[in-house]
């Protein structure tokens, strides 16, 4: 068991970028989960998937990002045309199908300038 | 939408004093679930619950399901430097088949030594 990892681990980009964070959960686990992290706050759920199909989306994901988890194994989040709000840590998160405990990885620190 | 209130804010406290904070809610949740976050990381399981009245311990850690299912708290004795971080309650509200993590604000812990 190799834990949650996400990749890469910090990012500076410009305003008006897009930028890709890849999560690769925990390998026999069927659901990932995203959630986005501000200073000062806990995390808030941002969608899951279950197996390749993603079953759930926060109205906090809005149309500038998209999720995807192909093969059902690692995940993707992108955002388009990155905006300053944007800046936060983005976490990812697995369990297994139908348990409610979940495992976090170190998360991806986006900064927009 | 549903909230958790997690209090307290803050605490510093002597190395070896014990610890207590909690989380409530105003609506029912299935699971609660600790975790704890350093700076620059993704938070860490510490203890989750399961049933409504289950008490719980990992170490010198507590943690007690409230019977309303509303509430959880969790205790840490004879705290030492290196329990610094922030602490998040977290649940899984009922009636919700995402199995998505409803996050409180968090606790932050100060250990003088």
């Known amino acids: 068991d190799t834990g949650v990892s996400q990749d890469p681990r910090h990012k500076i980009t410009k305003r008006g970028q897009n930028v890709t964070f890849r999560c690769d959960p925990i390998?026999?686990?069927?659901?990932l989960y995203w959630y986005r992290q501000t200073l000062g706050q806990g995390p808030e759920f941002l969608t899951y998937?279950?197996?390749?199909?993603?079953?759930?989306k926060s109205r906090l994901l809005s149309d500038r990002f998209s999720a995807e988890r192909p093969k059902g194994s690692f995940s993707t989040l992108e955002i388009q045309r990155t905006e300053q709000g944007d800046s936060a840590m983005y976490l990812c998160?697995?369990?297994?199908?139908?348990?409610?405990?979940?495992?976090f990885g170190p998360g991806t620190r986006l900064t927009v300038l | 939408g549903q909230q958790l209130n997690q209090s307290p804010q803050s605490m510093f406290i002597q190395e070896g004093e014990d610890v207590s904070m909690n989380c409530t809610s105003s609506?029912?949740?299935?699971?609660w679930l600790w975790y704890k976050q350093d700076p620059g990381e993704g938070p860490v399981l510490l203890i989750a619950?399961?049933?409504?009245?289950e008490l719980t311990s990992n170490g010198r850690l507590t943690a007690q399901f409230g019977i309303t299912r509303k509430d959880s708290f969790l205790n840490i004795s004879a705290s030492i430097p290196s329990d610094v971080g922030i602490y998040f309650c977290?649940?899984?509200?009922?009636?919700?088949?995402?199995?998505?993590?409803?996050f409180g604000s968090g606790t932050r812990l100060l250990v003088r030594p």
């Open positions: 998160a697995s369990s297994r199908a139908n348990t409610d405990t979940q495992y």
């Open positions: 390998s026999e686990h069927n659901r």
């Open positions: 998937f279950q197996n390749e199909a993603q079953l759930e």
């Open positions: 609506s029912i949740f299935n699971t």
């Open positions: 977290a649940g899984q509200p009922n009636m919700d088949s995402s199995y998505k993590l409803i």
């Open positions: 619950l399961y049933k409504a009245g």
